[in-house]
């Protein structure tokens, strides 16, 4: 299909640009400090619809809504006290809050659901979107539905680029996974829906365990965790353990590991996501390496899992989706 999407560089004249194309209802690709995002006008149901059909993203699945600050959150959902504190300390950031909307917040954003997932982001780009606009922008991911995220305004032109008109370049995303959902319903009893890079001992909250049956209700509320499978590139993905090496490697495969080995598989391409080791670098480049080993024509893709603890958890909860068959 024809591409028709322009990358725009974050001058003032494109943030107005983008601003305009807001107000007129389009949907736009926007960078963000996680990934990069799909954005509407959350206030307005047409621009809400325009999301799920650009991304084809059933409407069950709700979309996040993000504001340029917690007041003006304040006005679309309920705040309670650890909502607040953990806004305060958090916000603008990587952090993702479920709470009690209000009327204002269309059921199409919650799919039908009395709750809104909020966050106040903190990319400068973005933020300087969302000042000159008087309503908040609901985004997903800005992927095909169940494809590896965007880190990379250049991703999104070319899975997005035949359906949208324009997006932002805010350079590669700084963490390069999703937002960190906390479903605050509960005050007394917050539960992580989603690890992100906000850890659960920075917040100071336990990861609750998945439960294993679905509702339809759950399956809206706990967030991708109940999509076995998503983030899946086209190259099938097999994982192996930290530290370890990978089983069953042939010569058309690569080999994805944390940091250079000391020894690998001679017969099969081999990367390192980061020189370090250091778990933020390497959740930074992992969609961005997958991405584009995607457009080479590896049979498998070999990843070693991260370091479980930190932004690890959300690295290896991404690439075990990654990795799941599909159904
Ligand atoms: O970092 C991020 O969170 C990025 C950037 C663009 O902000 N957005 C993102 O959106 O990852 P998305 O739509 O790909 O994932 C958000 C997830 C949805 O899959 C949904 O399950 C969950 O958030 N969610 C949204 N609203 C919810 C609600 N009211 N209750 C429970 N879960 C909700
Ligand atoms: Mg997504």
Same mark, same amino acid.
């Given at each position: 299909m024809r591409h028709v999407c322009k990358i725009l560089s974050p001058t003032a004249e494109n943030l107005d640009l983008c601003a305009d194309l807001l107000r007129d209802e389009a949907v736009i690709g926007v960078p963000t400090e996680t990934v990069y995002g799909l954005a509407g006008n959350a206030l307005c149901e047409s621009s809400v619809r325009k999301i799920f059909e650009v991304k084809g993203r059933p409407l069950i699945d709700p979309l996040i809504v993000h504001f340029s600050s917690i007041e003006d959150a304040e006005v679309h959902v309920e705040f309670n006290q650890c909502a607040r504190e953990l806004a305060a300390q958090f916000w603008p950031g990587a952090l993702t809050l479920i709470l009690p909307k209000k009327a204002s917040i269309s059921d199409l954003v919650t799919a039908g659901l009395p709750s809104a997932a909020v966050r106040v982001p903190g990319h400068p780009v973005f933020r300087s979107l969302l000042e000159r606009l008087d309503f908040?922008? @609901? @985004?997903?991911?800005?992927?095909?539905?169940?494809?590896?995220?965007? !880190?990379l305004a250049e991703h999104v032109e070319s899975t997005l680029g035949d359906r949208i008109l324009v997006v932002l370049d805010g350079g590669a995303c700084d963490h390069?996974?999703?937002? !960190?959902?906390? /479903?605050?319903? /509960?005050? /007394? @009893?917050p539960k992580i829906l989603r690890p992100g890079p906000i850890s659960a001992e920075a917040l100071g909250i336990q990861i609750t365990d998945t439960p294993q049956t679905k509702t339809p209700e759950q399956t809206a509320q706990a967030a991708p965790g109940m999509l076995t499978q998503h983030y899946s590139p086209n190259t099938p993905i097999q994982l192996f353990s930290h530290g370890e090496q990978p089983n069953g490697v042939q010569g058309s495969d690569a080999i994805v590991y944390n940091t250079k080995p000391a020894s690998s598989e001679p017969s099969a391409d081999t990367f390192w996501l980061s020189e370090s080791g250091d778990l933020a670098e390497i959740a930074h480049n992992?969609?961005?390496l997958i991405q584009k080993m995607d457009k080479a024509s590896y049979t498998r893709l070999h990843v070693e899992r991260a370091a479980d603890e930190g932004i690890g958890v959300a690295i290896n909860d991404r690439l075990s989706r990654a990795a799941a068959k599909r159904e």
């Open positions: 908040p922008l @609901a @985004a997903p991911s800005a992927n095909p539905f169940g494809y590896v995220s965007p !880190t390069g996974v999703e937002s !960190t959902i906390v /479903d605050l319903r /509960d005050p /007394d @009893a992992l969609f961005m």
